[in-house]
């Protein structure tokens, strides 16, 4: 009923029995939690709204896969609650948005956790059980804690289809990998060469340059300056700088800045030493000299092609080829050191760049004096069997009683890890396969541009940069429990043959009944060569996990084989994903990569890039680090304190 006094319109309302029950005074939410997921639980909630919207248009989302060789931390749950928000959000204004959980079950994490347990030290000991054993173990342990992930993604009241989820290691999965580079392969974009490239000693394999810029550490490395007698002038040394003593054994140049000035210095009578002028300053303060009187200055330039003394003869019948003599590089700077920079062609990028331009090199032939695990073969013979990092004292040692330790202390550094070993990387040379990102950087730039990302300065500022600095990514692994590339290759390398169905293996190699594409099961496998060469065998590297996890707009969908072309551009590319700020240089890369070189276009369409949890020590949560608490065991303590029992 409405009266009206004057201006004022008073209502009264009629008493009416209240909508909702009254809110206790102290309410147990987590309890109220529980209820709800019991209510989903029981009315089979999350797979009723996808049964009601299964004729509405679809809203694909794709979720990135981790491993499940650890438990979810609350970086793991952030992601989870943004990607469960907007699908919601989206199913409830009319689309139906299939949420299917994905899970990486090859690399590193997992050979690690299995290397950790069995007490596996290196390649001999995966050789002394067979692949196929290696293999098992890890097929044993792959989803090690999937139950444990399904109960706590769940509890924190995330909807995701853990039944109907994907796997890398699954038949269908690997298959649609094999495909999707196939593709690849057929537009010239593959090929084989030797870099110099990071490189994980504890774990026996390189990485990508995207890897190795994930884990930098302050670290404390010996600090020499060492003579380099000159052939012509004997009384004449020039002074270079490492903080590397395992590379000396690997010298095979010197290298200056050919515009730099260098100065000779006579330090006693009748003994002089060439560095460059910018360094000589710092220099002479750690030489504590009591005299360092110039008695020449030139540039770099006219050093070039001086021959010097060798520290060591494992290469000496190399100096036929130019080796041991100074060559020019704008790679050396002014910053620290001598000006003057050893160089071991086989350990390091500028040192293979300047020694292959000047001929010295070739990076067919370049031997690296080591094996997987870093420790120096026989070529090095003196120190044959050792880890590198063993030999820095006795190489210092040697260097001193041969009277070519001018300067020894040490200089604390940023220095590459490797991500999940936490051991220190090397950079090496080795044969690798390539896919060449730079010849498709244009259109990666510019499909970058057509999606939509939340915040934008991310696309525009940092992923920007990291696409306009492409480099040709590395692939190939020289590991065992992954997914196996799938080029057939004589023994001479020149017959080469690229397979990309189960299908098309089982036709050319006469072989039937495939039911598994790992080592275990294809490496036996040989394909008839069509230029009278034998067989070709499959060559023994695998695929970098990151590039299954590119893959996988294609993969969990078994495309293009159980998905029609049809039906897959209904859900290519994706209307939303999300993930984490440490994906710009991982998962959001490959993805680009792989869906511009295949497709043409960006994967995704809508993209939000969240921040990062960080542990108790200040760094990125991580289950390889485990610095974290397991989120139920601390959702428990909640509950406990709120009710007051202990």
């Not at 009264?12 to 987590?30: A, Q, R």
């Not at 997921?37 to 709204?49: M, P, V």
């Not at 130019?322 to 160089?343: A, K, M, R, S, Y």
Request: one cysteine or more.
């Amino acid at each position: 009923r409405t009266y009206f006094l004057g201006k004022l319109n008073i209502r009264t309302i009629t008493k009416m029995e209240p909508t909702f029950n009254s809110v206790p005074d102290k309410e147990n939410f987590p309890q109220k939690e529980r209820d709800v997921l019991k209510f989903w639980e029981q009315t089979e909630a999350f797979k009723t709204q996808l049964e009601k919207t299964k004729n509405s248009p679809p809203y694909t989302f794709y979720d990135g896969p981790p491993f499940a060789t650890g438990l979810p931390h609350y970086g793991n749950l952030l992601a989870g609650t943004v990607k469960d928000v907007c699908t919601r959000y989206a199913s409830m204004n009319g689309f139906h948005v299939e949420r299917r959980f994905g899970w990486d079950c090859h690399g590193l994490p997992v050979e690690y956790e299995v290397d950790k347990t069995n007490g596996f030290k290196g390649h001999e000991d995966y050789e002394k059980i067979g692949i196929a054993a290696y293999n098992n173990l890890c097929r044993g342990i792959v989803m090690k804690y999937s139950q444990a992930w399904r109960e706590i993604v769940g509890r924190f009241g995330r909807w995701i289809d853990f039944d109907n989820d994907y796997k890398t290691m699954d038949l269908s999965y690997m298959e649609s990998i094999w495909w999707v580079f196939r593709q690849i392969f057929d537009k010239g974009l593959v090929h084989q060469g030797s870099r110099v490239m990071p490189f994980s000693t504890a774990c026996g394999t390189v990485l990508s340059n995207f890897e190795a810029g994930s884990d930098y550490r302050d670290v404390s490395d010996p600090s020499l300056i060492v003579s380099f007698p000159l052939v012509s002038e004997k009384n004449t040394a020039l002074l270079a700088w490492t903080t590397t003593p395992w590379t000396l054994p690997s010298n095979l140049a010197l290298s200056v800045n050919p515009d730099f000035k260098y100065v000779k210095l006579e330090i006693e009578e009748g003994k002089f030493y060439i560095v460059g002028e910018p360094h000589l300053k710092e220099v002479s303060k750690m030489m504590k000299w009591k005299q360092n009187k110039i008695v020449g200055t030139f540039l770099g330039k006219e050093l070039a092609g001086l021959k010097y003394v060798p520290l060591f003869d494992y290469f000496k019948e190399l100096a036929e080829d130019g080796c041991f003599q100074v060559l020019t590089g704008n790679h050396v700077t002014g910053d620290v050191g001598t000006g003057i920079v050893h160089t071991a062609c086989a350990f390091g990028e500028d040192d293979f760049q300047v020694g292959i331009k000047h001929g010295i090199v070739k990076s067919e032939t370049l031997e690296c004096p080591l094996d997987k695990n870093g420790r120096f073969l026989e070529r090095i013979h003196d120190y044959k069997g050792m880890y590198i990092k063993d030999t820095d004292p006795l190489i210092k040692k040697r260097l001193k009683e041969n009277g070519r330790l001018i300067y020894s202390g040490t200089i604390k550094h940023s220095y590459p890890f490797c991500w999940r070993s936490g051991t220190p990387l090397i950079y090496r040379a080795i044969k690798a396969w390539f896919i060449d990102v730079p010849a498709i950087k244009k259109d990666l730039m510019e499909n970058n541009l057509k999606a939509r990302w939340v915040p934008s300065s991310i696309q525009e500022k940092r992923f920007h940069n990291w696409l306009q600095d492409a480099r040709e990514w590395c692939f190939s692994r020289n590991r065992y429990w992954g997914n196996p590339i799938p080029i057939w290759a004589s023994e001479d390398g020149k017959e080469i043959v690229c397979i990309g169905s189960i299908k098309e293996l089982e036709e050319k190699s006469g072989v039937t009944g495939i039911k598994d594409l790992h080592r275990d099961y294809v490496d036996d496998i040989t394909i008839p060569s069509q230029q009278g060469k034998g067989v070709l065998r499959r060559i023994p590297e695998v695929f970098d996990c990151w590039f299954e996890s590119g893959s996988m707009p294609f993969a969990q969908f078994h495309y293009p084989f159980s998905t029609p072309e049809e039906k897959f551009k209904d859900i290519f590319p994706a209307d939303f994903i999300a993930e984490g700020l440490d994906q710009t240089r991982g998962w959001f890369y490959t993805l680009n990569v792989i869906s511009t070189a295949v497709k043409g276009c960006n994967p995704f369409k809508n993209l939000i890039v969240h921040g990062l949890v960080l542990g108790a020590d200040g760094k990125k949560m991580s289950k390889s680090k485990k610095n974290y608490q397991i989120p139920c065991t601390l959702q428990m303590k909640l509950v406990q304190m709120q009710s007051g029992s202990t």
